[in-house]
C-alpha cells in the first residue's frame, strides 16, 4: 500500500512504481532514484531459497539482498557513491556520519548519513536497518523525503537529521578539507539470535568471501554477540574489532572520526556461516547421549508472549500417537538459551539462578513441566532450556523432527540441525508466511499449521495480532505432520545438494 503524506511542509513518497510520475514531474531522474534504492550494478548472485518460500518473500529478501550491496562496492572502492537524483551521474559522498540513536520499534539501529552535491543539487541519504541497503533519501531544495518501506521510519530519521544539520554542515565542511583515510565496517546488532546470524554474521562472510575484509581498516561493533566473540568466530578481522557499550557511545564516534562508516549485513544465512558456529559450538561442548531414544522430536516452549495454551494436548497426541510404531520415541525440550557471554562460572546451573535471570527462567521451566505433564520422564531425553545458545546447538543436532513456535527458535533448529519441522502461531503468521525460515542455503523449509487449526486468544499486545496467544485445535492434524516428518526423513537423500555460497567477484 502506497503511504504519501505531507509533514511540516514536507513531502513523504514511498519508493515504489507509484511514486515515478511525482517524482519525474519534480525533475528527478526515476533510473537514478531505482539505482539509489536498488543498487545499479549488483556484483554477486541473489540467493537461492529454500523450496516452499513464499513468492513474495522471496521476490522482496532477493530485492532487498541486491540493494545492500552498497556496502560491497564501498569497501572495495573506499568511497560511497550514489547516482545523482537528477542526472543519474555517479557522485560521491562529500561526508558520512550519524544521527542520535532513537530507541524504539520504529527504528533501534543508528543512522549513517551520507551527504551528496552541493547547493540546489544537495542531497541526503542514510542506512538504519539491518543491512546497508539506503531507507531514506532527501532533497532539501524540493523539500522531499523519499523512503524504503516504513514513513514512520522515514519521519523519525527526518527529524533528526533537521535537528541535526547544522553540526552536519559544518561537519561536511572540515570533512570536505580532508578526504577519509580508513574505512570502518559497522557491525549494529539487534538482540535476536536469528537476525544475528541471517543479517550480522552472515554479512561478514559475504564480505570475507568477496575478498573485501582486508579492506576494512576496522569494524565496530555495538550490541549482543549470541555465538561468542566476533573475532573468535572470525579471526581473518580478529586484530580490527572495537567494541562500543551503547548505540549512543558508537554514534558520537562517528560523528567524531572522519573515516567513511558502513553498515555491514546481508539477509541470507551461508553454509559459511552455519559451519563456522558449528565449529565453535563442537569445539567447546560435547554432545549428550539421547539414552538409546529414537526418533528424537525437539519441541520449543515459549514461557511468555505468542504462547500455544494448549501445547500438553499436543504434545500427548504426538506421544501417544508415535509410541506405538516407536516405542523409544524421545523429546528434546529448546527453549529460552543464553548468550556465551551470559554464562556465569561456566555453569548453565550457576546462571538460572542468578537474579538476573531467575524469574524468566523459572516462568520458561514451568511451562515446561506443564507442556510434558503426560509424557514420562524417561522419553526426555534432553532439557536445553537455560544452556548456552552453542550448547543448545549442539544439543540439538541428531534429531530427527522438530515442533515450534514460529520466530527465531524456529530458525536455530532447523538451520543447524537440518531437520524437518512443523511450525505453529498466531493466525496471522499460519497466513502470511514470512520468508526467513526459506533464507538458508542448507536445510528444508518448515511445514505450517493450517491457519483453521488455530484459534487466536488476544492478549492487547502493541504488536498486534502476530503476537497473540492462541490454541491449537487439531492436535491429530499437527501429529500427523510429525509422522510425515519423520517418513521423509527417513526416505529421502540430503535435503539440498545445489548448496549457495555468496558468489565472488573477480574485481577489477
Known amino acids: 500500500m502506497r503511504a504519501n503524506g505531507m509533514s511540516e511542509d ?16 519534480q525533475g528527478l531522474s526515476w533510473t537514478a532514484i531505482e539505482s539509489i534504492f536498488l543498487c545499479p550494478t549488483p556484483v554477486v548472485e541473489p540467493p537461492r531459497f529454500l523450496p516452499g518460500c513464499p513468492k513474495m518473500g522471496s521476490w522482496y529478501q532477493t530485492r532487498e539482498y541486491l540493494a545492500s550491496q552498497h556496502t560491497i562496492l564501498s569497501i572495495h572502492n573506499r568511497v560511497f557513491a550514489l547516482r545523482d537524483p537528477w542526472t543519474n551521474a555517479n557522485v560521491e559522498a562529500s561526508s558520512a556520519s550519524a ?7 520504529a527504528y533501534g539501529f543508528i543512522p549513517l548519513v551520507y551527504a551528496f552535491g552541493q547547493d540546489e543539487r544537495s542531497f541526503w541519504a ?20 523519499i523512503y524504503e518501506m516504513s514513513l514512520k521510519r522515514a519521519q523519525l530519521i527526518h527529524s533528526g537529521l533537521c535537528e541535526a544539520l547544522a553540526r552536519l554542515d559544518r561537519e561536511r565542511e572540515e570533512g570536505a578539507r580532508e578526504k577519509s583515510r580508513r574505512v570502518i565496517g559497522l557491525l549494529d546488532m539487534v538482540t535476536n539470535f536469528g537476525h544475528h546470524m541471517i543479517n550480522h554474521l552472515a554479512g561478514l562472510d559475504l564480505l570475507i568471501d568477496h575478498g573485501l575484509a582486508g579492506r576494512l581498516d576496522e569494524v565496530w561493533i555495538v550490541g549482543s554477540e549470541f ?12 586484530d580490527r574489532v572495537r567494541r562500543f557499550s551503547s548505540r549512543r557511545e558508537l554514534s558520537a564516534a562517528v560523528r567524531e572520526t572522519n573515516d567513511l562508516v558502513v553498515r555491514i549485513g546481508a539477509n541470507f544465512f551461508f553454509e559459511t556461516t552455519r559451519q563456522r558456529i558449528l565449529k565453535a559450538a563442537n569445539g567447546r561442548y560435547a ?66 539462578l542468578d537474579a538476573r535471570y531467575a524469574s524468566g527462567i523459572k516462568a520458561e521451566f514451568a511451562a515446561a513441566r506443564e507442556a510434558f505433564k503426560n509424557v514420562p520422564a524417561a522419553a526426555i531425553a ?39 519441522g512443523v511450525v505453529h502461531g498466531p493466525v496471522s503468521q499460519m497466513t502470511d508466511i514470512e520468508a526467513g525460515p526459506f533464507q538458508a542455503a542448507l536445510g528444508v523449509g518448515p511445514l505450517y499449521v493450517e491457519p483453521s487449526m488455530i484459534e487466536d486468544i488476544p492478549t492487547g499486545s502493541d504488536r498486534g495480532p502476530a503476537f497473540n496467544n492462541y490454541r491449537i485445535l487439531d492436535a491429530a492434524g499437527v501429529s500427523r505432520r510429525i509422522r510425515m516428518c519423520l517418513e521423509a526423513s527417513e526416505s529421502s537423500a540430503p535435503a539440498r545438494e545445489d548448496t549457495f555460497r555468496p558468489g565472488r567477484q573477480a574485481w577489477a
Open 10 to 25: 514536507f513531502t513523504y513518497l514511498r519508493f515504489d512504481a507509484a511514486s515515478r510520475k511525482a517524482l519525474e514531474l
Open 99 to 105: 544521527l542520535e540513536p532513537q530507541e524504539g520499534r
Open 126 to 145: 542514510a542506512s538504519c536497518d539491518l543491512t546497508g541497503r539506503i531507507v531514506y533519501l532527501f532533497v532539501p531544495a524540493l523539500r522531499l523525503v
Open 227 to 238: 555465538f561468542g566473540n566476533v573475532e573468535e568466530l572470525y579471526p581473518e578481522i580478529g
Open 287 to 352: 554432545s549428550n547421549p539421547s539414552a538409546g531414544r529414537r526418533p528424537l522430536i525437539a519441541v520449543t516452549i515459549r514461557g511468555a508472549g505468542r504462547r500455544c495454551e494448549n501445547l500438553a494436548e499436543v504434545i500427548t497426541h504426538i506421544y501417544e500417537n508415535l509410541r506405538a510404531d516407536f516405542p523409544q520415541i524421545g523429546f528434546v525440550i529448546d527453549g529460552w538459551v543464553f548468550r556465551e557471554q551470559e554464562i556465569v562460572s561456566a555453569s548453565s546451573a550457576a546462571t538460572c
Open 382 to 420: 534432553r532439557n536445553l532450556l537455560g544452556a548456552s545458545i552453542l550448547s543448545s546447538i549442539v544439543g540439538l543436532s541428531d534429531i530427527d523432527a522438530y515442533l515450534a513456535h514460529v520466530g527465531t527458535l524456529q530458525h536455530k533448529i532447523a538451520f543447524f540441525s537440518l531437520a524437518r
